[in-house]
């Protein structure tokens, strides 16, 4: 049987510019935005309190349309890109039993009962799949978008009127400050997230479509080890649309247990997208998941590194080759003691490079990574393979 493997991927940061606060060492950056100069231009528009909403945390851009999607506490609002002053909205609050129920649970009435929208993604031509947390009951719905032609200054709705409604299990999370990744490609939801109450059974899942759903083996700190995912994105591996694979990006504990103080690693996991899950203990489970450690570091003198662990965001500057992407990350540091960013580049011939090298492994939860020595399996783990096809 596989247990899921770890590689290291060093030496990978470079033109790591730290962006460290005031202090004067620190390099001045190339464009400087200032909120309260942006305000007396009148080249802002503060939408603070639309709707009496907030938490404006999801957004998708529909350039096709010209809109701008934001799920937001209780609502989605579509924003027209000419004129963004011109704005359409869908109230989808919880119903009062739920909200009740959230309540007698202890949660926070205000912050924590209302349905926050977590995902929003482009579904098909006519709608949106969008979830929100349900006040600790996650719900997805498909919205309608559509147009009005006949009407010139409403040229386009959006409506949960004739949705179907869905669990939102694995996809959005329970707990509203939870961050939560997802990726919605030919009708298959990726999404890495947590997928209870508790907010303890973190997994990166695949749901909708036709396939039964997958995810990361459960209560497994060498899958995930409460992980806080990032962002999620296809990168293709070859002209072929079969071996395309999808990347998470995230941060976790890298260390195990109570005692063993904080620290943090960030990580990019990839699964390949054709992937159905495998035999026996990987039923349902994803065969090809495999994830290594983004370093971002400045060396520093006597050999003491500064390492920015904390990985924020993440961007994927398209090239000309759709394979090769530049990755950009956001780190800040996990110190008390030293604080500051940094933001490191990395290229995917490195990040397949490291995929393809040695592997970690690790008995169980009470023992440390190590290096691999035995016999690498074939299919090597974690490679796309045509007989993932025939296991379905
Ligand atoms: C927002 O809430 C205030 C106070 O509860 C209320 O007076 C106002 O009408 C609300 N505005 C909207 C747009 O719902
Ligand atoms: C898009 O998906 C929705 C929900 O499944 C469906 O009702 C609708 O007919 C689909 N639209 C198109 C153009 O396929």
New binding site residues.
């Given amino acids: 049987m596989f247990t899921p493997f770890l590689i290291f991927l060093r030496g990978l940061a470079r033109g790591v510019r730290s962006c460290v606060g005031s202090s004067g060492a620190a390099p001045a950056p190339k464009y400087c935005l200032c909120l309260t100069e942006m305000l007396e231009s009148n080249n802002i528009i503060n939408f603070n309190g639309l709707a009496n909403s907030s938490s404006y945390h999801t957004f998708l851009l529909d350039e096709e349309r010209g809109w701008l999607y934001v799920g937001a506490k209780d609502h989605i609002f579509s924003f027209n890109l000419v004129n963004i002053k011109e704005y359409q909205k869908i109230v989808w609050p919880v119903s009062h039993s739920r909200r009740d129920e959230c309540k007698w649970a202890g949660k926070d009435i205000l912050r924590e009962c209302a349905n926050f929208i977590k995902v929003l993604k482009a579904?098909?031509?006519?709608?949106l799949y969008a979830c929100g947390t349900g006040a600790f009951h996650p719900v997805c719905a498909?919205i309608e978008v559509g147009s009005h032609p006949e009407v010139k200054y409403l040229k386009t709705y959006i409506s949960l009127f004739h949705s179907?409604f869905e669990n939102g299990r694995g996809k959005s999370p329970y707990d509203p400050k939870l961050l939560t990744a997802s990726l919605l490609v030919d009708g298959e939801l990726y999404s890495g997230t947590a997928a209870d109450f508790m907010g303890r059974d973190f997994a990166i899942f695949r749901t909708l479509g036709h396939h039964h759903p997958i995810r990361t083996e459960q209560h497994d700190s060498r899958w995930l080890n409460d992980p806080r995912f990032i962002s999620v994105h296809l990168i293709p591996e070859s002209d072929n649309p079969e071996d395309d694979k999808i990347y998470f990006f995230f941060r976790e504990n890298a260390i195990d247990g109570e005692h063993t103080g904080k620290a943090t690693h960030a990580r990019i996991g990839q699964i390949c997208k054709n992937d159905f899950g495998g035999h026996r203990s990987l039923v349902n489970k994803w065969t090809t998941f495999l994830k290594a450690r983004l370093i971002c570091s400045v060396p520093g003198p006597n050999g003491i590194d500064t390492h920015f662990d904390e990985l924020q965001d993440v961007f994927l500057m398209n090239s000309k080759d759709p394979k090769n992407p530049i990755v950009y990350g956001v780190f800040t540091t996990s110190s008390n003691i030293f604080k500051g960013s940094a933001v490191c580049m990395y290229s995917m011939t490195d990040v397949r490079r490291v995929f393809l090298g040695p592997y970690a492994h690790r008995d169980g939860p009470n023992y440390q990574w190590v290096p691999y020595q035995g016999r690498v399996p074939y299919p090597r783990p974690g490679t796309v393979s045509t007989l993932g096809n025939l296991v379905i």
Avoid: E, L
Avoid at 123 to 127: D, F
């Fill in positions: 579904y098909n031509q006519t709608h498909y179907h």
